[in-house]
């Protein structure tokens, strides 16, 4: 593959100024320093990008769990959904994982995260990938289960996650919550879900097999519960990590 362009693809923009953004996506434009603190040096995003980065802080907090978490043969982290990068930038400053693999299916969305990479300076720490994470996972990373680690940030979509008190993880598109981990499971025991802090914690506990640990934990900004994760494995935690 050749070098790609400096220049932007035309569905991807660094808005500047508040009259320029789309009306959907302007309360997501008034907090841009707290999804990219480095927002003014030229970060990148489509506009149904916004809907999907984690927080900085929070993408920094779990950076910070998996550092201290993860088993310590474990030095391969996969970011199933890289999205504009928010999580794998975090992961990569870390500097816990001998590799970061990150994928993404949007073209238009992996040229953000790759861009975003840069401004951050760990471009270097992360392999991209470019298509479906099931199929990336099987066919190209397989060798690398024994040592891996997944992060999965998926897309919520489904009816209810933003007004339904209790989410129903089955109504979560285009993957449920039963068709996530059935799929990582074949790969690696060792995996994290960020999903909506709604998120049926029954489902949650019921996918577990026999006598395999998972652990929930919410992230909160501003006193407020923003999504939850769930650490299926053998994610170890003490009073000092959390």
């Not at 474990?74 to 970011?79: A, E, K, M, Y």
């Not at 969305?109 to 300076?121: E, T």
């Not at 960020?194 to 026999?210: E, H, I, M, N, Y």
Request: aromatic share 14%; glycine share 6%; proline share 6%.
């Amino acid at each position: 593959m050749g070098e790609e362009s400096d220049s932007p693809p035309p569905e991807v923009h660094h808005y500047s100024s508040r009259a320029e953004v789309p009306w959907d996506i302007q309360n997501y434009f008034s907090q841009r320093y707290k999804i990219f603190s480095r927002y003014d040096e030229g970060i990148w995003l489509t506009d149904d990008a916004w809907f999907g980065v984690t927080p900085e802080p929070i993408a920094n907090k779990i950076a910070q769990h998996m550092e201290a978490s993860a088993p310590k043969d474990r030095s391969i982290l996969i970011d199933a959904f890289a999205g504009a990068g928010g999580n794998a930038i975090a992961f990569a400053q870390s500097n816990r994982w001998k590799r970061i693999y990150a994928i993404e299916k949007n073209p238009a969305v992996l040229r953000c995260a790759k861009h975003n990479a840069m401004i951050y300076g760990v471009e270097d720490k992360i392999t991209w990938f470019e298509g479906d994470s099931f199929e990336i996972i099987n066919s190209h990373l397989k060798e690398l289960a024994p040592y891996s680690v997944i992060f999965a940030s998926p897309p919520w979509g489904g009816p209810g996650y933003r007004s339904d008190e209790v989410f129903d993880l089955s109504n979560m598109q285009p993957y449920s919550l039963g068709t996530l981990y059935s799929e990582f499971s074949l790969f690696t025991e060792h995996m994290v879900l960020f999903l909506p802090r709604t998120s049926d914690l029954r489902q949650l506990a019921a996918v577990v097999k026999g006598e395999r640990k998972a652990l929930i934990m919410h992230y909160c900004m501003e006193g407020a519960s923003k999504a939850l994760c769930i650490y299926y494995g053998d994610f170890t935690f003490d009073d000092n990590d959390l």
